[in-house]
């Protein structure tokens, strides 16, 4: 019966990791996602080095954005895209 207690006891440990830790890692993977899917030129940008800048270009993978009043041009792949202006809840 000591056997069937420990595979018990593994089996809520798996299910407190889903839950807790796989799950909303996943919904925010997916947010994330759908979050770059939707970008489009004129929206605000932070990269995940920290850069803000205005989308001006969309092609493919490549984001083409502006940033500050010099208006330097920069490129970048989408999942380098970590929030935009509209969504400000994952910004700290």
């Given at each position: 019966?000591g056997n069937?207690?420990?595979?018990?006891?593994?089996v809520v440990?798996?299910?407190?990791?889903?839950?807790?830790?796989?799950?909303?890692?996943?919904?925010?993977?997916?947010?994330?996602?759908?979050?770059?899917?939707?970008?489009?030129?004129?929206?605000?940008?932070?990269?995940?080095?920290?850069?803000?800048?205005?989308?001006?270009?969309?092609?493919?993978?490549?984001?083409?954005?502006?940033?500050?009043?010099?208006?330097?041009?920069?490129?970048?792949?989408?999942?380098?895209?970590?929030?935009?202006?509209?969504?400000?809840?994952?910004?700290?």
């Amino acid at each position: 019966m000591g056997n069937w207690l420990w595979i018990g006891m593994l089996v809520v440990v798996i299910v407190v990791f889903y839950f807790f830790i796989i799950r909303p890692q996943k919904k925010q993977e997916r947010a994330a996602a759908e979050m770059r899917n939707n970008l489009a030129v004129g929206d605000e940008i932070t990269t995940i080095g920290g850069i803000v800048g205005k989308i001006v270009g969309i092609k493919d993978d490549l984001i083409t954005f502006e940033t500050g009043e010099d208006r330097v041009r920069m490129q970048v792949t989408k999942w380098a895209i970590s929030t935009t202006g509209k969504d400000t809840s994952q910004q700290k």
